[in-house]
């Protein structure tokens, strides 16, 4: 089993590299982080994954074994295949992958072309229980997103958990009023369990 490839990158797109490993050409399908990795001209070494299937055998290219776990989680869910999971992590990081399924984010999923609702819904279920929790732990309290971008993501995850969102902007709007300055300082998990707590209170 090939678990990782280096060598020269000899060309590069926005969704694949071609490797050259000892005068062996590799085309790898690649994630967004694993194309940041990789420069035209310079050596690059990538975590890859091989799969071989009724429609060929494709290399997927990542850029370390977090990453590469997560595809298999997603691929593990019926009917989405290893292109359709590097569709996603082309599009979004793993720590951004991991953060909407632990808000049910669907709509993040949704921005990823051929990702529709109900498959961005499954996604959210299936993953929820799939990855592991220091994976979530890790990508929630990492690098915190803008303040105005942490309301719109908790905002769309409780209208996707079935709130209005006239009550979604009502809630987020008292625990600004309680916590006055330390609002902004509140990442999507802890102010999307702030928000539940005051529309549990109605």
Not at 78 to 104: F, N, W
Not at 121 to 146: D, N, Q, T, Y
């Amino acid at each position: 089993m090939i678990r990782s490839l280096s060598g020269e990158v000899l060309s590069a797109t926005d969704k694949s590299i071609i490797l050259d490993v000892n005068g062996l050409g590799f085309e790898i399908l690649c994630s967004r982080g694993a194309l940041v990795l990789c420069r035209l001209g310079e050596r690059a070494r990538l975590t890859i994954y091989l799969q071989i299937s009724e429609a060929g055998a494709f290399l997927f290219g990542f850029a370390n074994e977090t990453e590469r776990e997560l595809f298999l989680k997603i691929t593990s869910i019926k009917g989405i295949g290893g292109r359709t999971a590097m569709s996603l992590l082309s599009v979004l990081s793993a720590d951004e992958v991991i953060r909407a399924v632990s808000l049910a984010d669907v709509n993040t999923f949704v921005r990823v072309p051929g990702i529709g609702k109900k498959t961005a819904e499954r996604l959210c279920f299936e993953l929820k229980s799939a990855i592991p929790k220091e994976f979530i732990s890790v990508a929630v309290a990492g690098s915190p997103a803008p303040a105005g971008r942490v309301s719109d993501t908790v905002t769309d995850a409780l209208r996707s958990l079935g709130f209005e969102q006239a009550d979604a902007v009502a809630a987020l709007k008292l625990v600004r009023a309680a916590l006055g300055d330390d609002f902004d300082k509140l990442n999507e998990e802890k102010l999307l369990k702030a928000a539940l707590k005051e529309l549990q209170r109605k």
